[in-house]
């Protein structure tokens, strides 16, 4: 009894409990339309859901659909390894451009030939000149084909590209030939103004790309004339060809040599190489010479003035009577320094203050120095060829640095050697290139001329040189460059007849870098030579990878 009562008393005393917390019990109708309710927002949160699933996958096949049909994919250039372009009996010069005349991001070719046709049916008589006649030509950098050719009035004196770097101008190569001055579009080969040479001044290269004098929001250009009694210059406009101002008179003496250069405060100097040394002449001062005003808006560097000279203006550089060449260190170096190449020493000199930084004895620089990083310094370092008597040179790669001697070997020379050149690769070193042929029992002084080879040296194996075959013909210029942004680094050769300008074959050609390697000799040089396999040595020059300065 106590217990069926205990229980029948406390089942009222659970269902309290649960009620001050629910409240009285819902009923069974209640509580049917409350599922009810439940069930039609969850049916409801499941289209929405399901809406955004398709919307989203609707929009992903959309995308997908624009890329794969609609955009177009850039398409890779299809290269030829090598190519071939001869033209007979025809004439040719020491001019050879590297220029993106196509807008494809791939380079081309730019050159000069004098011939009575041009590759495209183009006749010096349907140009009215007469024959032979010149012919600027650009050809595409992938398969050697033609892209254009404008025919111009001979004789062809000298030619010079890549000026469409400065603000404004619409022109990229100017040529002097005959008695003209031709700008001339390297896309399409149109001549955007051409006009008469400044009587009585004969111009030589380089052509000096200076800001806009003219107010007309166009750079302009400078050109200097020298002979025996004074050195002169003019400024063009690069907008019409027009000059500017007059003939500014800059030395009373011949200059041997001209160059622009740019001081660490935004000034520009006109370099002169005189029988004395190298001295600078700022562009304001000429400006004003010019005409008045012109110099305006031109920056002045106190370092480089305060040793100006109070009569001429002339700030001394480095003084010696027998400079040869002046370069700067490196076209695309934000910072170059000036390198001097005498009778006796080759010489960095500091742009800034202009001090001597370092100096290498030789009386003997064969040909125009190159510039490439041997070491992982950032510096770049200095290629040089010396001749060592008996048809031999040396080539020596200097450290940029201090001048010390890095590497050196021994070659064969030959009258049309190619200077050095190098190609930068993405770990920071350069690939080298140098011609001439390997001394040897077999070889003599007297077959050096019509025998030689490429050879490319990489600065991980300093004691080997991968040697291409045999190349017979006559080399009038040469070119180590990259076609492409960081790609296909490639030789572009241009050889013809022994005296430039004579008649003859010509031909233009290119060749593939890393397709020379396979069929390279390996060439071990020096004592304690590298350890690595022929085969195993080719294959770390075939997994290079350039890039751009």
Known sequence: ????????????????????????????????????????????????????????????????????????????????????????????????????????????????????????????????????????????????????????????????????????????????????????????????????????????????????????????????????????????????????????????????????????????????????????????????????????GLKKDKHWEKNASATSGLVPIYKSDSVRQVLRTGETDDSPNLLLVTGKEVALVDRKHLQLLWRFNTSSVLSEPSFGHFNKDNVLDVVIEEDVSNYTKRVIILDGKSGHVLWEVDLLASPNSPRPASIHTTNSFSVFVFWGTMPSETNSSETFASDQHSYLLHPLYSKVLLESTTFMDHIITFKATLLEHGRHAAYILLTGPGTEGAEGTVVLSKRKMKQEVPDSKVLRIGTGGSSETNEDIKEALNRLRFSDW
């Not at 439940?38 to 929405?48: D, Q």
């Not at 001869?86 to 590297?98: G, R, V």
């Not at 008589?125 to 595409?140: E, K, M, R």
């Open 1 to 296: 009894m106590e217990a069926t009562g205990s229980a029948t008393e406390g089942e009222p005393l659970k269902r309290g409990e649960d009620g001050a917390e629910m409240g009285t019990a819902p009923s069974a109708t209640e509580l049917k339309k409350k599922s009810c309710k439940e069930g039609l927002g969850f049916v409801k949160l499941t289209h929405w859901r399901t809406a955004a699933f398709f919307f989203s996958l609707f929009l992903c096949l959309t995308i997908v659909f624009a890329f794969s049909f609609i955009i177009p994919c850039p398409v890779r250039p299809q290269y030829l390894v090598t190519w071939n372009r001869t033209f007979s009996e025809a004439a040719t010069y020491d001019f050879l451009a590297i220029e993106d005349a196509s807008k494809d991001k791939v380079m081309d070719v730019v050159f000069v030939l004098k011939n009575t046709q041009g590759s495209q049916n183009n006749t010096c008589d349907d140009a009215g000149l007469p024959s032979p006649c010149v012919f600027v030509v650009a050809v595409d950098g992938t398969d050697g084909e033609t892209l254009w050719e404008r025919p111009l009035a001979p004789e062809f004196h000298w030619a010079q590209c890549g000026l469409d770097k400065e603000t404004g101008k619409m022109w990229d190569c100017l040529l002097s030939h005959s008695d003209q001055l031709t700008a001339v579009d390297k896309h399409t080969g149109d001549v955007r103004w051409q006009q008469p040479q400044p009587p009585g001044l004969h111009s030589t290269v380089p052509v000096l790309s200076v800001p806009d004098l003219d107010g007309d929001k166009v750079s302009d250009v400078a050109l200097v004339a020298s002979n025996k009694t004074q050195t002169r210059l003019l400024f063009l406009s690069g907008k019409t060809g027009v000059q500017i101002g007059s003939t500014v008179v800059l030395d009373s003496t011949e200059t041997a040599n001209h160059l622009l250069f740019c001081t660490t405060e935004g000034s520009y100097y006109v370099l002169l190489q005189t029988d004395t040394g190298l001295y600078g002449l700022a562009l304001w001062r000429i400006a004003a010479k010019a005409k008045a005003g012109m110099e305006v």
